[in-house]
């Protein structure tokens, strides 16, 4: 498995719809973890799953990401393998 830590640059649009984005995404892609937007108006989160997984949700994120959102840099840290899954599912962090 693999795992990473992302952190959006500026959004523009509600908490809610960002965060509801990127859940469904990751499980349409088969990816576990976790995402929160932040109070300097970024997203960061975490996602783990098979490489090839890892890399589409971070594709979706640097490219696309929700309908009404601006993205202005994406950044990726702690990228590694891991031995297990540290998630069962994808949520939303509060």
């Known amino acids: ?4 830590t992302h952190e959006k640059g500026k959004r523009k649009m509600t908490d809610y719809e960002q965060c509801n984005y990127t859940e469904e995404e990751a499980r349409k892609l088969g990816v576990v973890g976790w995402v929160k937007n932040t109070r300097q108006g970024t997203v960061t989160g975490q996602v783990q799953g098979p490489e090839d997984k ?9 490219k696309v990401g929700s309908p009404s959102s601006r993205i202005d840099r994406t ?9 297990k899954l540290d998630f069962s599912g994808f949520s939303t962090r509060y």
């Open 54 to 62: 890892v890399n589409a949700m971070k594709s979706w994120l640097s």
């Open 75 to 83: 950044n990726f840290s702690n990228e590694k393998e891991i031995p």
């Open 1 to 4: 498995f693999y795992a990473c």
